[in-house]
């Protein structure tokens, strides 16, 4: 079974730039999360959607991050325009369909590690 | 709200050395509690996992048990290898969608 995989594994920008990166989730599975580690510090929570909708968007940091998923299938988190404290490493989780998550595992892609300079 | 507090590191070890990574949390209910952990290069891998009250959750050598008295989960190791270098992250969930982290612990085992 394929795992979590994002693309760009790292990414470097000046600030302004946009960015776009990119989950592809396990296969079959409905909820897809974006967290964010920054500058060694603890990873936080971004987002949740439930197939192609947006559950949980209560970590968004601000207007300037938009997050997609066409389809139910990837996702897509895009900053426009970025700034520096944007920089840090962005993963992508996802888990199987349940009214509530079970034991609330997540499985976790390998990150992006995105630089603004 | 729920968060999750543990050990600062660098923690440097030689190896066969006794591992002790602490971990506390605060959290409403009764969550779940993980460590994962990030090897170099790689993402997160889920190490081990408790449910409850007083389970251990174990995987490769690694220990934890859930203490609801003391809402700790701490990381054991009895001998760690140079291979276990790498950054751990203990993690609650409270049955919903959102898993709430530590700041990381980066373990250093000098061979």
């Known amino acids: 079974e394929a795992g979590v995989t994002q693309f760009p594994s790292h990414s470097v920008i000046e600030k302004g730039q946009t960015v776009t990166l990119r989950c592809d989730p396990i296969?079959?599975?409905?909820?897809l999360y974006w967290y964010r580690r920054v500058m060694g510090k603890e990873i936080k929570f971004l987002l949740h959607f439930v197939k192609e909708s947006k559950q949980d968007e209560s970590g968004m940091p601000n207007n300037r991050f938009l997050a997609e998923r066409t389809g139910g299938t990837y996702s897509t988190l895009k900053v426009q325009p970025a700034e520096l404290e944007d920089s840090g490493v962005y993963f992508c989780a996802s888990s199987p369909q349940s009214r509530y998550s079970g034991t609330g595992r997540q499985y976790f892609g390998p990150g992006t590690r995105l630089t603004v300079t | 709200g729920n968060s999750v507090t543990q050990m600062e590191g660098p923690v440097t070890l030689s190896e066969e050395a006794f591992l002790t990574i602490n971990c506390t949390y605060t959290?409403?209910?009764?969550?779940?509690l993980f460590w994962y952990v990030q090897y170099p290069g790689e993402g997160l891998q889920l190490l081990l996992k408790?449910?409850?009250?007083?389970d251990k959750g174990s995987n490769k050598g690694f220990e934890a048990t859930y203490r609801k008295e003391t809402t700790s989960f701490h990381l054991e190791k009895g001998s760690v290898q140079v291979s276990d270098s790498a950054v751990y992250f203990c993690a609650l969930n409270t049955g919903g969608f959102k898993t709430i982290f530590g700041a990381g612990t980066r373990l250093f085992v000098k061979a």
């Open positions: 408790a449910t409850k009250a007083d």
């Open positions: 296969s079959g599975h409905d909820n």
């Open positions: 959290a409403t209910g009764y969550p779940s």
